[in-house]
């Protein structure tokens, strides 16, 4: 199932789409060939640890991790939505 473009319009960047063995899509712009190809041989050899993190599960953690330091460093002032 793996496949990939790499497409460039006139002065603009490539365009890099990548597909992996398990169907998964990702896509991102270089400013070289080289760096393009890189990157789709970067997406298909860490393809096995890209789809077996749980995005959702990495973004809670992350989310949870930066609130905890914002209390550590005294940033929250009680409002109720936290945007402080």
């Known amino acids: 199932m793996r496949d990939y473009s790499i497409t460039k319009k006139g002065n603009e960047w490539y365009d890099v789409r990548v597909t992996d063995s398990y169907g998964k899509e990702y896509q991102n712009y270089f400013e070289t060939h080289v760096e393009a190809d890189k990157w789709v041989f970067f997406i298909w050899e860490n393809e096995d640890w890209f789809n077996s993190v749980d995005s959702e599960e990495s973004l ?15 940033l929250l002032k009680g409002n109720r939505d936290n945007l402080d």
Do not use: S
């Open 60 to 74: 809670t953690n992350a989310i949870w991790g930066c609130t905890k330091l914002d209390e550590e460093l005294g």
